[in-house]
């Protein structure tokens, strides 16, 4: 007696016949070619293996055009005879029917990592349990200092610092006031902030030492250039996009419009990231902040990422007009100051307004002056100088250069505009983590094993967006840029 055979078999049997089993079909080829724009997507969605960021409007477009349909039929049905889930495997066949690949977008939760509701107002069952609410990482020992000893080379201005910079590191009462918002970031947010020793160890754990450190640091190195105008959150997704892109070994493609992977910087990102998928590396003499940052994350922390809230605490605490610049930075999103009479001053003209010739000209109280007031960034002069000022903080507080700038950036952030959350970089990975495991529907090790073997990025999170984030460039951004 011949044996009875399962479900997806008869099915797929069924479809190989059809000549539906490839996806390299002449079918499946002219779909895809009528579609160049999303061909690499398109390609993807034909995988056997799930896909990050999947596009539910674009899936069901090319579910609808002949062939492709029923070849992600077969792919999902593959799937479900995986993932030994019959009722998958039923909505994959659905696909044949119309509105089918709809029914079964649903069932899979869609965009939202939702399960959908049947028309009987009843969910669809599935065997997959959302995340545990406890961390993944263990992060004890946060607060420890990593042993990385990497030189940074800095450019040394031939004339010494400018005059802005000799005047602040003499003057001592600035140095106290910046002294005493450090001491007040010494928290384990702040002198943890830097420490991913427990995601190189997931690197090493998954490639070995050698492999697991290389692409540890490729992703760091990914996560520094495209820091900037990122909130934290959205660095680090951007960062795993390019880096599925670096274990693969392919060169750098910009994220499709729509993919949640694209930025207002992206131009800038994609430029970073494509020089460090061909090997090389940002310059830390002409981008000494964001190379810096890099270093920091992977453990060299005897230097400093000198970001716009470490110049405004200075600057703030020094009351020289000389720190306030010219030009406001960004007027279209610098609001008038609460203050502001226009009777005594006139109407206010964010895109003319000069705020150091206003605050040498006015009887202004320098306390009541706004943050966007001042320098935005250190420059090719001055960096140095910041930097010398923040390691004269880590011997005063008895920790590493790196630690005291992210104390510092954390205890003076009520009077340099910050807005984000004090959390470390890697409670902030640990959210990201959890955000994709909910929107994927598997466990936080299955998104974290996925996104270091470059098989799908990690999945942004519209339900806890973070105001001013860690890495930005601008105000509604944060700390590394």
Known sequence: MAERKAWWEILRDQFASRGLLDPESERVQEAVQAAPAVQRQARGLLSLDPQAESDAVLEMGLGSLPGVGQAMAVRDL????????????????????????????????????????????????????????????????????????????????????????QRLEKNQKAYDQVLNWARRGMTEEGLGWYNTDALRGEFVKEFGEDVGQKNYEKYIDLVAATSAGA???????????????????????????????????????????????????????????????????KGNWDYAT???????????????????????????????????NEKKYGAWDAESFNPREFVQTKKVKWETIPPTWFKEAPTKTDYKAFEDLNKRLAKDLGVAPAAAQAALWLGAGEVTGLGSPPIAFMKILEERLAATAKKRG???????????????????NKQQPVQDGLLSQQDQGSMYA
Do not use: C
């Open 231 to 297: 909130k934290t959150p959205a660095n680090a997704k951007i960062a795993s996009y390019y880096y599925q892109q670096a274990v693969r070994g392919e060169p750098a493609v910009k994220p499709l419009k729509g993919s949640g992977y694209g930025h207002k910087a992206q131009n800038l990102h994609f430029k970073n990231a494509a020089e460090i998928l061909a090997g090389g590396q940002l310059d830390p003499i002409k981008n000494p902040k964001r190379f810096t940052f890099g270093e920091n994350l």
């Open 442 to 460: 598997i466990t936080r090790e299955k998104a974290l094993k996925d996104f270091i073997q470059g098989k799908a990025p990690l999945a942004k």
């Open 306 to 340: 000198v970001d716009k809230h470490n110049v405004r605490a200075f600057a703030i605490a020094s009351k020289d007009p000389e720190f306030i610049n010219s030009r406001l930075a960004d007027p279209k999103a610098t609001p008038k100051p609460s203050w502001w």
């Open 78 to 165: 593959e799937r479900a005879r995986r993932d030994r889930d019959p009722v998958a495997g039923a909505l994959a066949a659905s696909n044949f029917i119309p509105f089918g690949s709809i029914l079964s977008r649903m069932r899979r939760g869609g965009d939202a990592g939702e399960v959908a509701m049947a028309a009987d107002g009843n969910s669809f069952p599935t065997e997959i349990q959302p995340p545990k609410d406890e961390p993944y990482f263990n992060l004890e020992g946060l607060t420890t200092q990593p042993s990385r000893k990497v030189e940074i080379p800095r450019y040394e201005p031939p004339r010494g610092a400018p005059g802005y910079m």
